[in-house]
């Protein structure tokens, strides 16, 4: 089995920065896109940015600018860079990875960790 463990969330000011750090482990599995997605109180959970196995990124225009996810593909770990937070930005962040074994591709998703921004 998969297993995909988040950390790094916590409380910060407006303006302020949080590194938030997604790590995959599991025998035998083989590891593609990895991406972070978040969702807010009484919202649907959104795309934040994803990273492909070939290289490619992708943003939320919300984010654009602000945030950049970048991934260690040797430690199967997947990075997202958060600066000039705002309020907007408060939701539990997930991450998502795509992981291969014996011809079965599936997604797996972390457990979240809350980003929580004061004004």
């Known amino acids: 089995q998969v297993q995909v463990v988040e950390s790094g969330g916590g409380l910060v000011q407006f303006g302020g920065s949080l590194r938030l750090s997604c790590a995959a482990s599991g025998s035998g599995f083989s590891f593609y896109d990895m991406g972070w997605y978040r969702q807010a109180p009484g919202q649907q959970r959104e795309l934040v940015a994803t990273s492909s196995s070939g290289g490619g990124t992708n943003y939320a225009d919300s984010v654009k600018g602000r945030f950049t996810i970048s991934r260690d593909s040797a430690k199967n770990t997947c990075y997202l860079q958060m600066n000039s937070l705002k309020p907007e930005d408060t939701a539990v962040y997930y991450c998502?990875?795509?992981?291969?074994?014996?011809?079965?591709?599936?997604?797996?998703w972390g457990q979240g960790t809350q980003v929580t921004v004061s004004s």
């Open positions: 998502k990875i795509v992981a291969s074994r014996g011809g079965y591709t599936r997604q797996y």
